[in-house]
């Protein structure tokens, strides 16, 4: 009963509450015994961690929960931890171990026939992919993903591939394609009430009026996607503001991408690079 209630805590973004639900039921099942159920709330954890971006606790709650589930033979639960653990190597730029667990879960998925979970193995896949340069084989693989998702009516599933393939449109440049696909998950994790979600697609959003020469409007989008993250204890927003920030206000932008770099090091994020090499060609004294 409390792994379930962790969850739905969970999809309300109450990351918080979730994780310290889930942790009373670790406890729970550590005492009884009951390592399905171990291996089950370790995998939660797992993704709650995920969710607000501490990615070297989700790979040590995955990497239990991994070897809990072969230990028992569960081909369904290693497969859906493959998956997890996948993502979360990828977040943190370890690109040829999580391919690899990706494609293992994907395979995996399809020979037990879990449609459910090869729909979310093709879109980590096709994200792993976007990340990599293989821009046609992602655009192909979140398009089955999105398929699948559609005709399984998992409308979340839906949102995150809707938000993916805005995010590989925009990269390519096919920007009104890539708006229709951000406003329809924007509905999405409205509707399902996905606040994570709405942040991070309205980050996307920002980016995307930056481009298209409408800073007042990407500043805004950012301010917003800004506070919902700090409430749900996700980041992203504080490097866009800094750029739209950046010609009017230096200092101002100088204070966000200086908070936004000490995140992404904290996380252990893939973005910390290019952020860091950002910072210290603002911190360069003007000519």
């Not at 409408?214 to 506070?227: F, G, H, N, S």
């Not at 996700?234 to 009017?248: D, F, K, M, T, V």
């Not at 252990?268 to 952020?275: I, L, Q, Y």
């Amino acid at each position: 009963m409390l792994h379930e209630i962790g969850r739905i805590t969970s999809a309300k973004s109450e990351f918080s509450d979730a994780m310290r639900v889930q942790e009373r039921a670790l406890v729970l099942y550590r005492e009884l015994g009951d390592r399905n159920g171990e291996a089950r709330v370790l995998s939660a954890l797992g993704r709650l961690r995920e969710m607000i971006e501490d990615y070297p606790a989700s790979a040590r709650f995955q990497e239990q929960a991994l070897a809990l589930y072969a230990g028992l033979d569960d081909d369904w639960g290693e497969a859906r931890s493959l998956h997890d653990l996948g993502r979360v190597k990828c977040a943190v730029g370890e690109y040829a171990v999580g391919g690899e667990m990706l494609e293992q879960a994907l395979n995996r998925c399809r020979e037990l026939g879990d449609r459910l979970g090869e729909a979310r193995s093709c879109g980590a896949l096709g994200w792993h992919r976007h990340e990599t340069g293989d821009h046609a084989t992602a655009l192909l693989l979140e398009e089955q993903a999105l398929a699948l998702f559609q005709e399984l009516g998992q409308r979340h599933g839906e949102a995150n591939a809707c938000h993916a393939l805005g995010v590989m449109h925009t990269a390519a440049g096919a920007h009104p394609e890539a708006a229709a696909l951000l406003n329809r998950a924007l509905a999405l994790y409205t509707e399902i009430g996905d606040r994570r979600g709405v942040a991070q697609v309205l980050n996307v959003k920002g980016a995307l009026l930056a481009i298209s020469a409408r800073p007042d409007e990407a500043l805004a989008a950012y301010r917003e996607a800004l506070q919902i993250a700090m409430d749900v204890r996700s980041q992203g927003a504080l490097e866009g503001i800094a750029r739209c920030e950046a010609q009017a206000d230096r200092a101002a932008a100088l204070t966000n991408l200086r908070q936004a770099v000490a995140i992404y090091r904290r996380i252990g994020s893939t973005e910390a690079g290019a952020a860091e090499a950002w910072l210290e060609e603002l911190e360069e004294p003007g000519p």
